[in-house]
């Protein structure tokens, strides 16, 4: 299978995990600086944030709100929170406790029973530089999301069989 293949694929089945989404409101962002000591002193300078906005270069600060409906959803599928920040990584916090950690591999968070039917205040320290993708809640096919997973595995297991030189549009030989 060669790579444009493995993306066709891979768009098609993420087509259908996401269930619709609410977006955060209020989004600001702003710079930070880390002077090592686990804490940030953040910018005075925050901007109003919207998806493709470009975040500020190195650590960033972004704020906002989300609300978390409170209504039941049928089996296989579940609400979470959708942060998409690109390849930047950083520390996730609801209502100021620190939550969760994000990548671009973490980006579908769970949500607590106790927060359903509430506003909870979002920050997000991050670190690196890209733009802005997606700030919200979401509700997603557990089968999707699982097929998705296995897919990804089992690619990535062929991808590195070759000692990692899997490059564009290189033909992935494979044995299952």
Known sequence: MDKQMYDSI????????????????GLLACAAE??????YIISEN???LKPGDSLPDGNCVVTGKIHIPDEALPDGYERTFLVDFGKRDGQ????????????????FLPIRDEWKGQTVDIKIIAKGNSQFG?????????EVQALLYTFNI???YFA????GKYMENRVIDGRM
């Open 160 to 163: 590195t069989e070759d000692g």
């Open 154 to 156: 089992v690619l990535n």
């Open 92 to 107: 996730f916090f609801v209502n100021g406790e620190l939550y969760h950690g994000v990548d671009a591999n973490r980006r």
């Open 134 to 142: 997606y700030l919200g809640t979401t509700v997603i096919d557990k």
């Open 46 to 48: 925050k901007v109003s």
């Open 10 to 25: 891979w768009h098609a089945l993420a087509d259908h995990l996401k269930r619709g989404t609410a977006p955060a409101s």
């Open 34 to 39: 880390n002077p090592g000591d686990g804490e």
